[in-house]
């Protein structure tokens, strides 16, 4: 069955129009006879975007019940049952109910498309799971309901909604997102001017990065390389030198200039090593680090030749700008070539090259140019040919119109020439000039002349020595050619070992990140399209990619362009181009480091288990031990009331029956305080609390938190003006009871205070201060009184197990809340529980407008 397609209309904030988009579409397809349902829209009372409803299918939802309350959430088995062709479901990001088959409805989405259901869905920007960092710095609010990335980037359609922020904030105003007691609050917080236009740049660039990819897999697939300017991409060449840093600030400046222009840092490693400048290796990596804090990508890539390899880099990324520094080479040097600057610049195309001074230029590198003795490539082999073979013909014909020079100062004329051809074209060249050579002085210059002969045996000897001296002078310099080329070679590995090395440290400490750097930098370095690392399980079981990147990854080996066996059932693959023999040695070492990567991600993955089956037994083993002494008094006591109730030897008054009857219920009472604790920190420690986070008005919380106290031991000063947080009702009633009893059990005066409090930074929080005047806690000891199993001072034994502020604590986490201890002024301990305050409709879940 054919996956479904998933349409998502994107917003940067609630009531930009993206639920009213969803249903305009969806009436649109019914009306060319598409079979569409509104599997689960969210409306909120909005009058226009409910009259939108109208005309379509509306399936019933699923109605659940979590903690005494109803909800109603996408009913997907029917869904599945009614198979339509399109579905309607809002609010990709939303969180279900526990009870529901999947805990995000984008799980849900997944079942509908495996399923063959084509989806339309909504999703705000804030709630893309990599941009909750950077919301919550802009607005103050941390989002709670997110979707994963890659769920949206593997939509098949993502439509932008956007509106203006003023006209978003007129829109607000007018009654058309919010409820008219909300919009105040709302004007002058979330929906501040500054918010919504940071989250619209956040979109637009979301969005055109989105199409980026598009445009960039449309080029490949169609073998484009020509620059399309459709964002600017500003490349800058880097050759380890100290004028780099000049380059990347002046290439950022160009970048900034350009709204949404993205900066990349290239340096192209000479695959003979020999245009490394000594010291380069450091300064790249400093040189790196610089644009990498300027919100650059740096690149490494291999090229014999700097100038075509660095403008099919460009060319690769689309750049529309190349910026170089002027070249430190002085005049006289250019003999060697026009250089890079200049060839990438008559070579660029609709590429614009940008040529910086800086101090450096026309100062040299410190040494002559290297020559490239060792490029032993078609031209310099031509060149020694044409030395090796028609240079002894040249100089016979100039030594014969010159006379008087002598027998020895003809050969070792000769002899100069032959090491000349093994500088330039290698030991062929030179062996052959050799002969050619010892062939002339036979004929021209040793008697009797014009013949093969040789009269003398000394010539004979000398012609001899000649050409054995020619041919070992061309092996030996042949021979430290090659070893000065494998050593540069040698220099270049140790290099990208070293890039390898930087890239892999610079990932993610749980190791989530590092396969995809390192698949980044194969890439990069080898000048591949894509790159995979697969695995199985087994000889016979299919290949399956522990990690890819690029386009169009290979999912076999025999896919690709150039796999590197790594064991029997690892493989690193890579799809492009076929590499020379010689790159797969440096291929090898990093396909070992994946492996190794893979390796440390299953260990950490083992490890965090093992960490969490040894918590999970020292919970077990406090609790067993908390058993044996805390649940065996009430216990005891119980049995001992009944006992005396049941016997039959004793009449008991009314009054003894009642004062019995008070100790039995007093101990199921602490009985069931300290079961309710134990299994509330089992769920902790074993992560299965699932707050269900709603807008929650603590005048309905705080009495029930204190059924449980002695009347009169508790005063309480709680505003009915406080806004509304956002919590879990049954869980915070559970955390400020533990605290009002932990209160209690060391003050008879305990007081309840809860106020708004405004900090940089956090938005608007709610406070509650539960204030006593009893003994207090030392500062090095009020973390500590938090832990499970932990009671301060002298408590007694019957006092519980120590778990009341642990269970507290772990509740008020869950739900983005915090309790600290601090002194109360005048003697005592205060726990302030800090929860974050509804300054607007919570967004979070929330249906979008017309």
């Not at 495996?114 to 103050?140: C, F, K, R, Y």
């Not at 500003?234 to 709204?259: K, N, Y």
């Not at 039959?648 to 300290?674: C, F, K, P, Q």
Request: contains cysteine.
């Amino acid at each position: 069955m054919a996956r479904g397609r998933l349409r998502i209309y994107l917003g940067a904030a609630p009531g930009v129009g993206k639920t009213y988009a969803m249903l305009a579409e969806a009436h649109r397809r019914a009306e060319r006879g598409t079979d569409v349902v509104a599997a689960f829209v969210e409306d909120h009372g909005r009058r226009r975007t409910a009259e939108l409803t109208e005309g379509l299918e509306l399936l019933p939802r699923r109605e659940l019940t979590y903690r005494g309350a109803a909800f109603g959430e996408l009913d997907l088995d029917a869904v599945l049952r009614r198979r339509p062709a399109v579905a309607l479901v809002d609010e990709l990001a939303h969180t279900n109910v526990p009870g529901s088959r999947n805990a995000k409805r984008w799980q849900d989405v997944e079942e509908l498309l495996e399923a063959g259901i084509d989806v339309v869905s909504t999703v705000n920007i804030q709630h893309l799971e990599s941009l909750g960092d950077v919301v919550e710095g802009i607005t103050g609010v941390r989002q709670r309901e997110t979707v994963p990335d890659e769920v949206v980037r593997r939509a098949d359609q993502v439509e932008l909604v956007d509106m203006d922020p003023e006209a978003l904030r007129r829109r607000l105003a007018h009654g058309n997102v919010y409820a008219p007691e909300k919009v105040d609050a709302s004007l002058a917080n979330w929906f501040r001017p500054g918010n919504l236009t940071a989250l619209r740049e956040l979109a637009l660039l979301w969005t055109a990065d989105r199409v980026d990819e598009y445009l960039q897999r449309y080029r490949a697939e169609h073998g484009i390389e020509g620059t399309w300017q459709a964002r600017e991409r500003i490349v800058v060449g880097l050759t380890g030198g100290p004028e780099g840093a000049t380059l990347i600030r002046r290439a950022a400046r160009i970048a900034d200039r350009a709204s949404g222009g993205e900066l990349l840092a290239v340096h192209i490693a000479r695959s003979d090593g020999l245009s490394a400048p000594v010291g380069s290796s450091r300064t790249l990596i400093e040189q790196r680090a610089l644009v990498e804090s300027l919100g650059g990508s740096f690149h490494t890539v291999l090229g014999d030749d700097p100038a075509p390899a660095l403008l099919d880099f460009a060319r690769g990324v689309n750049a529309t700008q190349i910026v170089l520094g002027s070249s430190r080479r002085p005049a006289w040097q250019y003999v060697w070539g026009p250089g890079v600057g200049a060839t990438v610049t008559r070579d660029s195309g609709d590429i614009d090259v940008h040529t910086v001074t800086h101090e450096q230029a026309a100062r040299g590198r410190g040494t002559l140019p290297v020559r490239r003795v060792t490029d032993l490539g078609r031209t310099r082999t031509l060149l020694g040919w044409l030395i090796g073979v028609g240079g002894p013909p040249l100089l016979t014909l100039l030594l014969i119109h010159v006379d008087g020079l002598g027998l020895s100062t003809d050969m070792l004329l000769f002899l100069c020439l032959t090491v000349c051809a093994a500088l330039v074209g290698g030991l062929y060249p030179a062996v052959a000039s050799a002969l050619v050579a010892s062939s002339a002085l036979n004929y021209y210059f040793t008697p009797p002349i014009h013949t093969f002969t040789i009269s003398e045996p000394r010539n004979i000897l000398a012609v001899a020595i000649f050409t054995a001296v020619g041919i070992a002078v061309a092996s030996v310099v042949d021979l430290a050619a090659r070893r000065t080329q494998q050593a540069a070679l040698s220099q270049t590995e140790a290099q990208s070992l070293s890039a390898l090395a930087g890239t892999v440290l610079r990932g993610t400490p749980n190791g989530s990140g590092m396969l995809d750097a390192l698949l980044d930098q194969v890439r990069e370095t080898f000048q591949q399209e894509s790159a995979a690392l697969l695995e199985r399980s087994d000889d016979h079981s299919p290949w399956r990619p522990a990690a890819a990147r690029g386009t169009d990854p290979p999912q076999r080996p025999e896919d690709g362009d150039v796999d590197v066996p790594v064991g029997d059932h690892l493989a690193l693959v890579l799809r492009g181009r076929v590499l020379p023999a010689a790159d797969r040695r440096l291929l090898g070492a990093y396909a070992a480091q994946g492996a190794a990567l893979l390796e440390r991600r299953r260990l950490l993955g083992e490890a965090a288990a093992a960490r969490r089956e040894a918590e999970g037994n020292r919970i077990r083993t406090a609790l067993l031990a908390a058993v044996s002494h805390d649940l065996r008094t009430p216990l005891a006591g119980i049995k001992a009331n009944v006992s005396s109730l049941r016997a039959e030897d004793v009449e008991w008054s009314a009054e003894d029956e009642a004062e019995l009857l008070a100790g039995i219920e007093t101990g199921a009472d602490r009985l069931d305080h300290l079961i309710n604790n134990l299994l509330d920190m089992s769920r902790l420690q074993t992560g299965t609390v699932a707050p269900l986070v709603r807008d929650t008005d603590l005048d309905e919380v705080v009495p029930y938190a204190l059924g449980g106290v002695p009347p009169g031991a508790v005063r309480l000063d709680v505003p009915e003006s406080l806004p509304m947080v956002r919590a879990d009702g049954g869980l915070l009633e559970r955390a400020l009871a533990n605290l009002v009893e932990n209160a209690v059990k060391y003050s008879g005066d305990v007081l309840v205070r809860a106020s708004v409090l405004e900090r940089p930074g956090a938005g608007r929080r709610v406070e509650v201060r539960i204030v006593d005047r009893g003994p207090g806690v030392p500062v090095e000891a009020r973390e500590r009184i938090f832990a499970p199993f932990q009671r301060y001072g002298d408590a007694p034994r019957g006092a519980g197990v120590g778990l009341g502020l642990a269970v507290a604590r772990g509740f008020l986490e869950a739900m983005d809340g915090t309790v600290t201890a601090e002194d109360t002024p005048g003697g005592g301990l205060t726990m302030v529980v800090a929860l974050p305050a509804v300054d607007l409709d919570d967004i979070e879940g929330k249906a979008e407008p017309e």
